[in-house]
T-cell receptor, first 110, second 116 residues
Framework: AQRVTQPEKLLSVFKGAPVELKCNYS??????LFWYVQYSRQRLQLLLR??SRESIKGFTADLNKGETSFHLKKPFAQEEDSAMYYC????????????FGTGTKLQVIP | GAGVSQSPSNKVTEKGKDVELRCDPI?????LYWYRQSLGQGLEFLIY????????KSGLPSDRFSAERTGGSVSTLTIQRTQQEDSAVYLC??????????????FGPGTRLLVL
C-alpha cells in the first residue's frame, strides 16, 4: 500500500531563511503528488501539485522519483507562511483515494 | 457558488451514543470524500463517493462507521455507539470529477467531534 512520510512534526525557521519541508513516499509506480496547506482557523486547501510544475506563494516542489521524495521549498520564509503543511499522494487512474502524510507545522519566527 | 459546508461545526456526545455528521458538497461536484483528522495522526481517508456510489470504503475504521450519499449531493457520516477514540475532526471534501489529474479537492471546515 502507498504511504506518505513527513518526518518533521514541527519546523521552525527565522523570517527570510530558506524552508524545506520534507516528504517521502512509497509507491512502485508514478504517483500524483500534492502539497496541501492549512492556515490557522482556515480550511485545508491545495497549495500545489507536481503535475503542474507551478510555483505558488513562492513555494516549489520537485518530484524526485529516484529518492521517492517531493520536498516543498521556499527560498525566503515569510511570517504568513506559518501553517500546517500536508504532503499527499494519489494513484493515477481508478478511484480517488488520496493518502496524506501526518503533516508538518511550519513556524516562521519574526 | 458556496464552498463545501459541514454541520454541525462541533459535536459533544457521550460514549455509546450515535452521531450523524453532514456534508454539503459544492454544487455539481460528483466526487465526495470523508477524512478524519486526529491529533498527531494526520489525515486519514475514510470513504469516497462517486455520485451516490461508494467504490472505496476501505478507510472506514470499523462497522460502527457508515456513510451514505443521496441525490448525488448531501452525504451523511454516521458513527454508532461512539467511543472516545472516535474523537477527531471529520473533514469532507468534494471535487468536480473523479479520475482527472488536474482536479482539486475542496475541503469543508470540518466537524469537531468530542466523545466524553
Amino acid at each position: 500500500a502507498q504511504r506518505v512520510t513527513q518526518p518533521e512534526k514541527l519546523l521552525s525557521v527565522f523570517k527570510g531563511a530558506p524552508v524545506e519541508l520534507k516528504c517521502n513516499y512509497s509507491y512502485s509506480g508514478s504517483p500524483e503528488l500534492f502539497w496541501y496547506v492549512q492556515y490557522s482557523r482556515q480550511r485545508l486547501q491545495l497549495l500545489l501539485r507536481h503535475i503542474s510544475r507551478e510555483s505558488i506563494k513562492g513555494f516549489t516542489a520537485d518530484l524526485n522519483k529516484g529518492e521517492t521524495s517531493f520536498h516543498l521549498k521556499k527560498p525566503f520564509a515569510q511570517e504568513e507562511d506559518s501553517a500546517m503543511y500536508y504532503c499527499a499522494l494519489r494513484i493515477p487512474g481508478g478511484y480517488q483515494k488520496v493518502t496524506f502524510g501526518t503533516g508538518t507545522k511550519l513556524q516562521v519566527i519574526p | 457558488g458556496a464552498g463545501v459546508s459541514q454541520s454541525p461545526s462541533n459535536k459533544v456526545t457521550e460514549k455509546g451514543k450515535d452521531v450523524e455528521l453532514r456534508c454539503d458538497p459544492i454544487s455539481g461536484h460528483t466526487a465526495l470524500y470523508w477524512y478524519r483528522q486526529s491529533l498527531g495522526q494526520g489525515l486519514e481517508f475514510l470513504i469516497y463517493f462517486q455520485g451516490n456510489s461508494a467504490p472505496d470504503k476501505s478507510g472506514l475504521p470499523s462497522d460502527r462507521f457508515s456513510a451514505e450519499r443521496t441525490g448525488g449531493s448531501v452525504s451523511t457520516l454516521t458513527i454508532q455507539r461512539t467511543q472516545q477514540e472516535d474523537s477527531a475532526v471529520y473533514l469532507c471534501a468534494s471535487s468536480s470529477f473523479g479520475g482527472q489529474a488536474k482536479e482539486t479537492q475542496y475541503f469543508g471546515p470540518g466537524t469537531r467531534l468530542l466523545v466524553l
